[in-house]
């Protein structure tokens, strides 16, 4: 409107048309010619030459669009890293604020922008020049000027210049125009994240925002909202006021005002029920949880549909929320499935599906409106209605879904299809009874067309599906076998030949696979013929039966010509044959009854089963990882001793490892992905040794191999002047204490830094060295150690130690971090520190642990039963694994909603080098909460049995 009006009205329509087409003209370029830019061979010499316009005031003022272009050169030239030197920038600058002469509106914009692009690289001292002529546009009486003018000004001045404009910026907040009014909440809303000089000035301005949010421009309520919930948001009582102001006055008109006010009062209830002030329902907690549920319900009905979606959107994210009290929002979201606006039916149905992981039965009612969205035209909203169909149907409706399914995957794209496979993947976890139907139709689509990461995904919820449900693993590897007949993706078909290998030998009829595998020595590439000798290699170790047949198929693999392969079939056959003469298989007489034949089962001494069937005691990422510890270990390399893996350090499982033996399928975890998003998998992360900063240290050599690595533990809060975290190293006799110190006091250098440790309570532990850390400036983190040791003769007891900062603190200048006085001596107080048994205790997984718990015996098992104190079976669980510093094995980490109690096995290695089991059994304690634990404790030594049981507490 401004420009119009600058220009001397608003243009005819026939004018109009007129310079539309004139514009499609010049801007038309033709299908066989590549556009290119208008500025791709600019030379900063030419511009720079062409810049000296700016001076000459007559062209300024008749050819304003000359002036235009030249600085649209200027600022393409700074984005596309031809920076201009310092006499050159300090012309040009000087230059552009002769251009204030000209009255017109284009170029003045210009200026501006150029101003605040180029404010960060030139000399400080050139930008100040321009504040005058930018505080004086700021008090014009043209509204475009006030505004752009104070959007510049705010992006040059300091927290010492700031208050000299503080006047014209608290008058601008409340100015009758909308423009000039949010320009100066949004450059307030900037200066507060500059420095903390200039977010306390802005902190001043909170009565004239708080009257911006009565303005009648929306966008200048938003604004205002938003600077008001900055200025308040460390303030937790001042953001509840906020919230509970404008959700009862019913003032604010602009709906994005609206937006954000619904999500400030959700944060505030997702900390009230984290605080525990919601009990049950959100009726039933705090006063402000109260009011701010009935402020999202009554959201619900504004006439703004983006109001509506955000309320019902905050009400289904809500923790711990009650089926009833989602009524209304599902209620919302169904209605919004019929828009006619796409984004709209895209959000509720993203949110409903969202909501049906927790709560299917609350979505079921949906389930018509959700299956008219299976033709939509958006590809992404029909997917999330499938997914979600198949989330609340219920086990009759399968079949019919099925139906449905099969027409619709033939026409999406690859990225659809995954997701969808994911969501017939939990489909027959739910319902396993279906699993014939489910694992049938997946496999049907293995013999479709797809690429690799459709197949790869139906190959690995068949896989999982057969972890999870016994049931499934003879059909499933019948239809895995008829895939690899024809499969193109050789990682594929060695993946399934392993499982095959696996799996295949246990069945009721093993020799059925036996044809499938050896197909493959035949017909395929050197990789699979390598992983299809393996599995028939299995198939021999732990089927006596099979081995004469089996060693007639694998001679043929002795002359292959891929070495890999043949030297596989070579060992093999040596083998085998060992095992075949040691131990010949004697056929049953035919007229045998089934229950007098024996298991076909190797003996127990069999060599064929020892070496093809027994795993190596450690992974090769731990046995990497483990000889990584070995060599950084002091003096390591110089022993005599001999390498074995007995004597290589134990490693603890990775974040990865924990997550697959705590039953985490990474491909259901996928699908939390959104659709079109998915990202290339990471770089596989090297692991740091903890213990490698003390390996750092002459004087800790003598100590030799650090056992394990607790976690770090903070002794104080996070935002105190001195921040200590403990990371406790154990080694067989000593536990070396490193306390990482950093400095936040830009004024103090922190010297001779020590912990001083309390062990007079402590029966086994005593303090026998420290190491200071020394020359800790502002912002600086570094490590003092404490060495405890520790009793042999005394019994392992947890013990609780005061502890003391101690330091001498010297004031220097924070510009230059000079000394400017003496020094002193400071004490600070921090938290306790507990060592407990868990802390001796790594956490290494039991591939097979019923195995490895019948090997153990009972010998030395502990039996013990706990009544706890937890409302929860998942925090009871949690709880029990925090105490004992265990490692859960089985899947058994992972809660099944079954209501039955839950059975934990838990691994690790004691400090001194036994292996230590245990099985404890939770049961929860009707309604009142409670749960009884009921614990048995394997090992080779009845003390450490003891011990671990007593870490329940």
């Known amino acids: 409107m401004a420009a119009e009006e600058t220009n001397g009205g608003p243009m005819g329509m026939s004018a109009v048309l007129k310079e539309v087409q004139e514009l499609a003209d010049k801007f038309k370029v033709e299908e066989d010619v590549e556009y290119q830019s208008p500025y791709a061979h600019l030379e900063k010499a030419a511009v720079l030459q062409e810049a000296r316009i700016f001076h000459d005031p007559t062209a300024v003022r008749e050819n304003p669009r000359k002036c235009c272009t030249v600085i649209a050169q200027l600022l393409h030239l700074q984005n596309t890293g031809q920076h201009l030197s310092g006499p050159e920038a300090t012309e040009v600058f000087f230059g552009v604020t002769k251009l204030f002469m000209s009255d017109d509106a284009s170029l003045r914009r210009m200026v501006y922008l150029f101003i605040k692009e180029v404010a960060e690289t030139c000399d400080p001292d050139d930008v100040i020049i321009v504040t005058s002529c930018l505080t004086k546009d700021m008090t014009c009486d043209v509204d475009l000027y006030r505004g752009n003018a104070l959007r510049v000004l705010v992006r040059i001045v300091d927290a010492a210049m700031l208050g000299a404009i503080e006047r014209y910026v608290k008058q601008a907040i409340v100015d009758s125009s909308g423009q000039v009014s949010s320009s100066a909440l949004v450059s307030a809303s900037h200066l507060f994240t500059t420095s903390p000089e200039c977010a306390a000035v802005v902190r001043r301005w909170i009565s004239e925002t708080t009257e911006a949010t009565s303005s009648p421009n929306e966008m200048v309520q938003f604004h205002a909202m938003q600077l008001l919930y900055q200025i308040k948001s460390h303030d937790r009582l001042g953001v509840s006021k906020l919230v509970q102001q404008y959700s009862e006055r019913n003032t604010l008109k602009s709906p994005l005002a609206l937006v954000l006010l619904i999500r400030y009062t959700t944060k505030l209830l997702h900390d009230e029920t984290a605080e525990g002030r919601v009990p049950g329902t959100f009726a039933e907690g705090s006063a402000m949880a109260k009011q701010g549920f009935q402020f999202l319900e009554s959201s619900l009905r504004h006439k703004s549909e983006m109001v509506v979606y955000e309320a019902a959107r905050a009400i289904c994210n809500l923790p711990s929320i009650e089926p009833q009290e989602l009524s209304p929002a599902i209620s919302v979201l169904q209605l919004f499935?019929?828009?006619?606006?796409?984004?709209?039916?895209?959000?509720?149905?993203?949110?409903?599906?969202?909501?049906?992981?927790?709560?299917?039965?609350?979505?079921?009612?949906?389930?018509?409106?959700?299956?008219?969205?299976?033709?939509?035209?958006?590809?992404?909203?029909?997917?999330?209605?499938?997914?979600?169909?198949?989330?609340?149907?219920?086990?009759?409706?399968?079949?019919?879904?099925?139906?449905?399914?099969?027409?619709?995957?033939?026409?999406?794209?690859?990225?659809?299809?995954?997701?969808?496979?994911?969501?017939?993947?939990?489909?027959?976890?739910?319902?396993?009874?279906?699993?014939?139907?489910?694992?049938?139709?997946?496999?049907?689509?293995?013999r479709e067309e797809g690429g690799f990461d459709f197949k790869r995904s139906i190959v690995n919820s068949i896989v999982s599906l057969i972890r999870s449900v016994p049931e499934t693993t003879e059909s499933s590897l019948l239809h895995l076998c008829e895939f690899i007949e024809d499969c193109e993706f050789t990682m594929l078909s060695t993946q399934i030949l392993h499982l095959l290998g696996e799996l295949g030998p246990t069945t009721s009829a093993p020799a059925r696979y036996i044809r499938f595998i050896y197909n493959r020595v035949i017909l395929e590439n050197s990789a699979v013929r390598a992983a299809a000798v393996s599995a028939l290699a299995k198939f021999a170790a732990q089927c006596p039966s099979l081995r004469t047949s089996i060693m007639t198929l694998l001679k043929h693999s002795l002359c292959d010509e891929d070495d890999e392969t043949r030297d596989r079939a070579a060992l093999v056959v040596s083998v085998v044959e060992d095992a075949m003469a040691k131990f010949p298989y004697v056929p049953p007489p035919e007229d045998a009854e089934p229950e007098e034949i024996p298991p076909d089962n190797p003996a127990e001494d069999d060599p064929a089963a020892f070496v093809l069937l027994e795993a190596l005691p450690m992974?090769?990422?731990?046995?990497?990882?483990?000889?990584?510890?070995?060599?950084?270990?002091?003096?390591?390399?110089?022993?005599?001793?001999?390498?074995?893996?007995?004597?290589?350090?134990?490693?603890?499982?990775?974040?990865?490892?924990?997550?697959?033996?705590?039953?985490?399928?990474?491909?259901?975890?996928?699908?939390?992905?959104?659709?079109?998003?998915?990202?290339?998998?990471?770089?596989?992360?090297?692991?740091?040794?903890?213990?490698?900063?003390?390996?750092?240290?002459?004087?800790?050599?003598?100590?030799?191999?650090?056992?394990?690595?607790?976690?770090?533990?903070?002794?104080?809060?996070?935002?105190?002047?001195?921040?200590?975290?403990?990371?406790?190293?154990?080694?067989?006799?000593?536990?070396?204490?490193?306390?990482?110190?950093?400095?936040?006091?830009?004024?103090?250098?922190?010297?001779?830094?020590?912990?001083?440790?309390?062990?007079?309570?402590?029966?086994?532990?005593?303090?026998?060295?420290?190491?200071?850390?020394?020359?800790?400036?502002?912002?600086?983190?570094?490590?003092?150690?404490?060495?405890?040791?520790?009793?042999?003769?005394?019994?392992?007891?947890?013990?609780?130690?005061?502890?003391?900062?101690?330091?001498?603190?010297?004031?220097?200048?924070?510009?230059?971090?000079?000394?400017?006085?003496?020094?002193?001596?400071?004490?600070?107080?921090?938290?306790?520190?507990?060592?407990?048994?868990?802390?001796?205790?790594?956490?290494?997984?039991?591939?097979?642990?019923?195995?490895?718990?019948?090997?153990?015996?009972?010998?030395?098992?502990?039996?013990?039963?706990?009544?706890?104190?937890?409302?929860?079976?998942?925090?009871?669980?949690?709880?029990?694994?925090?105490?004992?510093?265990?490692?859960?094995?089985?899947?058994?980490?992972?809660?099944?909603?079954?209501?039955?109690?839950?059975?934990?096995?838990?691994?690790?290695?004691?400090?001194?080098?036994?292996?230590?089991?245990?099985?404890?059994?939770?049961?929860?304690?009707?309604?009142?909460?409670?749960?009884?634990?009921?614990?048995?404790?394997?090992?080779?030594?009845?003390?450490?049995?003891?011990?671990?049981?007593?870490?329940?507490?």
């Open 337 to 446: 499935l019929s828009s006619p606006k796409p984004s709209v039916r895209f959000a509720s149905m993203r949110t409903l599906a969202a909501i049906a992981n927790q709560h299917p039965r609350v979505v079921a009612k949906c389930n018509e409106d959700l299956e008219a969205l299976l033709g939509d035209v958006n590809r992404s909203i029909a997917t999330l209605a499938i997914t979600t169909l198949l989330k609340t149907g219920s086990e009759n409706s399968i079949d019919r879904l099925l139906k449905q399914i099969s027409a619709f995957l033939s026409d999406i794209a690859d990225e659809y299809k995954i997701t969808v496979v994911r969501s017939l993947q939990h489909l027959c976890l739910t319902y396993p009874a279906k699993h014939r139907v489910l694992v049938g139709f997946l496999s049907n689509f293995l």
């Open 619 to 953: 992974s090769f990422d731990k046995l990497e990882r483990s000889l990584k510890a070995y060599v950084a270990t002091p003096a390591s390399m110089d022993s005599i001793t001999p390498i074995t893996v007995e004597a290589l350090p134990i490693v603890e499982d990775t974040p990865e490892e924990l997550a697959i033996a705590a039953g985490v399928d990474p491909a259901m975890e996928a699908e939390a992905i959104p659709l079109g998003m998915g990202e290339p998998e990471p770089k596989k992360k090297e692991i740091v040794d903890p213990a490698s900063a003390v390996y750092a240290i002459p004087e800790l050599a003598s100590l030799g191999r650090a056992f394990r690595s607790a976690r770090p533990v903070p002794l104080t809060e996070s935002e105190t002047e001195y921040v200590v975290q403990c990371i406790k190293h154990i080694f067989a006799n000593h536990i070396v204490l490193q306390f990482t110190v950093q400095n936040t006091i830009d004024d103090q250098r922190l010297d001779n830094v020590t912990v001083l440790i309390d062990d007079s309570d402590s029966e086994c532990f005593n303090v026998s060295g420290e190491i200071a850390a020394d020359g800790i400036g502002y912002g600086d983190t570094k490590n003092c150690f404490v060495v405890l040791e520790r009793d042999a003769d005394s019994q392992l007891t947890p013990a609780t130690m005061t502890c003391e900062l101690r330091f001498n603190v010297v004031q220097v200048d924070p510009a230059t971090g000079e000394e400017e006085g003496d020094s002193f001596e400071e004490e600070y107080p921090l938290e306790e520190l507990e060592i407990s048994t868990s802390d001796f205790m790594a956490k290494v997984t039991s591939p097979d642990f019923r195995k490895a718990w019948e090997t153990v015996g009972n010998g030395n098992e502990v039996l013990e039963k706990f009544a706890l104190q937890f409302k929860k079976m998942e925090e009871a669980v949690a709880a029990v694994i925090d105490f004992l510093g265990m490692q859960p094995c089985d899947g058994t980490g992972v809660i099944k909603a079954t209501g039955k109690p839950h059975m934990l096995h838990l691994s690790g290695v004691f400090v001194t080098g036994q292996k230590v089991l245990s099985r404890a059994q939770i049961v929860m304690q009707g309604e009142n909460g409670g749960v009884v634990l009921k614990i048995a404790v394997r090992s080779d030594d009845a003390t450490v049995s003891r011990m671990v049981a007593d870490c329940i507490r």
